[in-house]
């Protein structure tokens, strides 16, 4: 449970309480009383909360140290610069992030969200029984969500069961844009590492500069695998047995299903491959549904030109009890995060303290008082 404890230093800022929880420090405005930690990563820990001025539970995410690195640091100021634009019910909602004391030497930011009751993975790992509705209605609202962010020109680019939140009544919600893009930026961010392993299309996996929103979709298809199988379909211990895994269960690709990779060695490798007439997901997964194997089939294709898209899927026979086009709303513009992945720490550091006033438009007008940077409650 969440411990009230003294101020470090034992000095107490104004419109602050403090709280011990997981040997973690949390200084949240005093609008807010923590209740327990619920879930802790390399980025720190997420605690519930309640919100005492609309008696509202949230979940309130600290990230700790958030400049020791400059990758933690984009990371978090692309999630603020995202989120503020999203709005959607299967997305999660970025409902705060607090102000920080002081503007130029702040350590930690906390991000309030709306709260869930748990996430896919621990869903798929418990002994829960899912019936073919609960993976259905799961899938629909993922690719419903995926669909919206989509027509914002975002990539997810790390989708996985622990990046989707459930609650009690099965609503899902897409969460952790720290790795998405927007596919109109400046060219370099299609190079670098994402979406965790498992998960990893063929082309990010064959090193592949040019890729789209099919990346999702096979993360999609990965997901949708090990709800119907209640175990990953591709657990790869490092790279390239991750693509003998895939070749494995797809089969051996003809020629013109390579021509998508712009690697030489990397389609020389594909080539090297034993021979594989593959495993018919029908075989992996015998209770499942027919029309699911068939959209799994269409989502897991090698070659990202020819699978299936988000629009599509939901259009797919396999959908159609739940998916009304005239209920699906799209993004109203297209999102632009057009970030310099090169900026120092002290430029991050003002745009996200930018960002975070858009949260506050009480600070704005205390910071006229305030010239020298610090930000004092009333």
């Known amino acids: 449970m969440a411990t009230l404890?003294?101020?470090?230093?034992?000095?107490?800022?104004?419109?602050?309480?403090?709280?011990?929880?997981?040997?973690?420090?949390?200084?949240?405005?005093?609008?807010?009383?923590?209740?327990?930690?619920?879930?802790?990563?390399?980025?720190?820990?997420?605690?519930s909360s309640i919100n005492r001025e609309t008696n509202e539970k949230v979940a309130i995410k600290k990230i700790n140290n958030v400049f020791e690195n400059s990758i933690d640091a984009l990371?978090?100021?692309?999630?603020?610069?995202?989120?503020?634009?999203?709005?959607?019910?299967?997305?999660?909602?970025l409902k705060d992030v607090?102000?920080?004391?002081?503007?130029?030497?702040?350590?930690?930011?906390?991000?309030?969200?709306?709260?869930?009751?748990?996430?896919?993975?621990?869903i798929i790992k418990s002994s829960q029984p899912l019936s073919s509705d609960h993976c259905k209605y799961f899938l629909f609202q993922l690719l419903r969500?995926?669909?919206?962010?989509?027509?914002?020109?975002?990539?997810?680019?790390?989708?996985?069961?622990?990046?989707?939140?459930v609650n009690a009544n099965c609503d899902l919600k897409i969460c952790d844009f720290g790795l998405a893009r927007t596919s109109g930026g400046r060219g370099?961010?299609?190079?670098?590492?994402?979406?965790?392993?498992?998960?990893?299309?063929?082309?990010?996996?064959?090193?592949?500069?040019?890729?789209?929103?099919?990346?999702d979709v096979w993360s999609v298809g990965c997901i949708f695998a090990e709800i119907l199988g209640r175990k990953p379909i591709f657990p790869g211990t490092e790279c390239l047995n991750q693509l003998k895994l895939i070749i494995n269960v797809l089969?051996?690709?003809?020629?013109?299903?390579?021509?998508?990779?712009?690697?030489?060695?990397?389609?020389?490798?594909?080539?090297?491959?034993?021979?594989?007439?593959?495993?018919?997901?029908s075989r992996l997964y015998p209770q499942a549904d027919p029309l699911a194997i068939d959209l799994l089939q269409r989502m897991l294709v090698?070659?990202?030109?020819?699978?299936?898209?988000?629009?599509?899927?939901?259009?797919?026979?396999?959908?159609?009890?739940?998916?009304d086009p005239r209920s699906?709303?799209?993004?109203?513009?297209?999102?632009?995060?057009?970030?310099?992945?090169?900026?120092?720490?002290?430029?991050?550091?003002?745009?996200m303290w930018n960002e975070m006033l858009r949260y506050h438009p009480e600070a704005v007008q205390m910071l006229h008082y305030h010239p020298e940077g610090a930000y004092v409650h009333a």
């Not at 040997?23 to 980025?43: H, M, N, R, S």
């Not at 990371?75 to 909602?93: C, D, F, G, P, W």
């Not at 699906?328 to 745009?351: F, Y």
């Open 251 to 281: 089969g051996s690709q003809n020629e013109p299903d390579l021509a998508f990779i712009d690697n030489p060695k990397a389609r020389k490798y594909i080539q090297s491959l034993p021979l594989s007439r593959g495993t018919h997901l």
């Open 98 to 122: 607090m102000m920080p004391i002081h503007r130029t030497s702040f350590k930690d930011v906390y991000f309030v969200y709306e709260l869930m009751d748990t996430d896919l993975h621990h």
């Open 145 to 165: 969500g995926l669909k919206y962010l989509h027509s914002a020109n975002i990539l997810h680019r790390d989708l996985k069961p622990g990046n989707l939140l």
């Open 188 to 215: 370099q961010f299609m190079t670098e590492y994402v979406v965790t392993r498992w998960y990893r299309a063929p082309e990010l996996l064959l090193c592949c500069d040019n890729y789209g929103t099919s990346i």
């Open 302 to 323: 090698f070659d990202p030109t020819k699978r299936i898209s988000v629009s599509e899927s939901l259009q797919h026979p396999y959908m159609s009890e739940l998916y």
């Open 75 to 93: 990371r978090t100021l692309r999630e603020l610069k995202l989120l503020k634009h999203i709005r959607h019910e299967n997305v999660i909602a």
């Open 5 to 47: 404890v003294e101020p470090p230093n034992g000095i107490r800022q104004r419109g602050k309480h403090y709280y011990s929880m997981w040997q973690t420090l949390f200084e949240v405005d005093t609008k807010y009383v923590p209740i327990k930690p619920i879930g802790k990563g390399a980025y720190g820990v997420v605690c």
């Open 328 to 351: 699906d709303p799209l993004a109203q513009v297209p999102i632009s995060l057009d970030i310099d992945e090169n900026m120092g720490e002290p430029m991050i550091r003002e745009m």
